[in-house]
C-alpha cells in the first residue's frame, strides 16, 4: 500500500494563521496545537506522512529545532509515529481524551459537530420497526435500493413538496455522505473536477479529495449564491458535477431562494453539467419551509438530490437517499455491487415509522432549535461582543460567526486544550481559507451552551487582547 504523504506547502496552507505572537505560548506549542486540530478534524489523514523537519522548517520560516520539538510533543501525545523510512506519520492516541474535560462530563465537549441527539420518538419508531420485522425474516434482507415501502414514504414526500416522484427514482443508501460517494464513483474519475460551495460541508470536501477529484470552489456572498460566477466557473473549468447546499446551508445557514434555484437549474441543463443537491438541512425550518427543490426546477434531468434522515430525525440511523432518474438509479445500483449489499432493514422500518408520525414531532423540534438559536445569540452579544453572527439563519443547527481578526486555527486549538472541541473556519474552506470564522452550532441546551462559553471567554479575551499589543508593538 502506498502511504499518503502531504506536501510542504500543503500542509502550510492548511495550518493557516496557526502562529501569532503570544508571550506565553513558545513557538513549538502553536505548531503542535495546530497540527493536532488538523488531525484532530480530519483535514490531516491519518496514516499520512508529513514532511521532513528541514523542509517543514524552511516552508514555515521557522528553526529546525522549533519543528523538531513540535513533533516530538505529538508523538508523546500519540499524534504521530515515527516509522524507519517514514519520518513521522499522523496517527490519534489510544484511550480517552488527554484534555481537561468540562466539570461533570468525562469526555471533550464537542461544538464541533453539528447534530441532535435522539428523542423519545426514535425509541418507539424502532420498537414499531421490530414489530414489523418478522415480515422481512424470510427475505435475504439484501436490498441494495431499499425497502419499495420505505421509497414509496420518500417519492411522496417530494411529490407533496413541488418534485412528482416515483419509487423507482429512489435509492436508499447508508447516510447522504455514503450515496456522495457512490455518485462521485459514477459519475467522477482521478483529476476530475467537481465544483463545489466555498465555504461549504468539510465531510463533502473530504469525499471529493478521497475520489481524487479537485475540488474547485466558488464563494458565497453575504446575501447567497453568486449564479454568474457559478457559471463563469463552469464554463472555465469543464467540472464533472457541482454540488451545491440549497437548503440552510452548512455552514453559512444561507437557504436559497426559488429564483436562484431556478438560474441554477438553467446553468445546469445549459452547460450539461451535473448538479448533486445536498438537502440535508431541508426539514429543520423554523418560520417556513424553504421552496420546492433544486430538482423540481430540471427540465433536463441534470440534478440529483441527496437527503437523509440524519439531521431530520437521528445521526445514529446512518439512512439517506438519492432523488434521481430511473436509469441514474440502475447505474448507481451496479457501482454499489463493490461497496456493500445495501442498507439494514431495522433502520428502514423505523425510517418509515417516523416519517409517517413526523408531523407529531418535528414542530416541536424546530420550535426547540429556534429558542436554543436565540439563547446562543444572545450569550454570544453578551459574551463576545465582537464577534459578528453575520446570518440569522432561519434553519439549521449552527451559527457561522465572523472573528475580528484571523484567529480561528489559534483559538481552536487553544480551545482543545481547555477540554471544547469547536469548528474552526478553515476547516469548511479549501486551502486555509475563512481564519476569521468560526461556526457555532447552537444543539445544546441553553445552561449547557453558557457554561462552555464562559469557560471560552478567557481564552478568547486573552488572545485577542495579546494580539492587540503585539499590533501596538509592531507599529511603536
Known sequence: MVQRRTGSSSLVKLLGNWHQDLPRTAVYRQLADGLRLLILDGRLPLDSRLPGERELATALGISRTTVATALAQLRDEGYLASRQGSGSVTMLPEGTQTVSPLPGRTTTLDLSTAALSAGPEIHQ?????????????????????????????????????????????????????????????????????????????????????????????????????????????????????????????????????????????????????????????????YDAPPPPPLAAFDQADRIITLGSAGKSFWGGLRLGWIRAESRTIASLIQIRDSLDLGSPILEQLAAINLFNEAENFQPQRREMLRQQRDACAEVVKELFPDWKMTVIPQGGLSWWIELPKPLATVFAASAEAIGIRIGAGPRFGSEGAFERYLRLPFTLEAAQMRVALERLKPLWDNMAQTRNESLRRSVV
Open 125 to 285: 419508531a424502532y420498537a414499531n420497526a421490530l414489530i414489523a420485522l418478522p415480515e422481512h425474516l424470510g427475505s435475504t434482507g439484501y436490498n441494495q435500493q431499499g425497502l419499495p415501502e420505505l421509497r414509496q414514504v420518500i417519492a411522496k414526500r417530494y411529490g407533496e413538496r413541488g418534485l412528482p416522484t416515483t419509487a423507482e427514482q429512489i435509492m436508499v443508501v447508508n447516510g447522504a455522505l455514503s450515496g456522495f460517494g457512490l455518485i462521485l464513483r459514477l459519475l467522477t474519475g482521478p483529476g476530475d473536477r467537481v465544483v463545489l460551495d466555498n465555504p461549504t460541508y468539510p465531510m463533502a470536501l473530504s469525499a471529493i479529495k478521497g475520489a481524487s477529484c479537485r475540488p474547485v470552489p466558488v464563494s458565497l456572498t453575504e446575501h447567497g449564491w453568486d449564479t454568474e460566477g457559478l457559471a463563469a466557473t463552469i464554463a472555465q473549468t469543464s467540472p464533472r458535477l457541482a454540488y451545491l447546499l440549497a437548503d440552510f446551508h452548512n455552514p453559512s445557514g444561507l437557504c436559497m431562494d426559488a429564483q436562484t434555484r431556478e438560474a441554477i437549474a438553467e446553468i445546469a441543463a445549459r452547460t450539461r453539467t451535473t448538479i448533486v443537491a445536498d438537502e440535508t438541512m431541508v426539514d429543520l425550518w
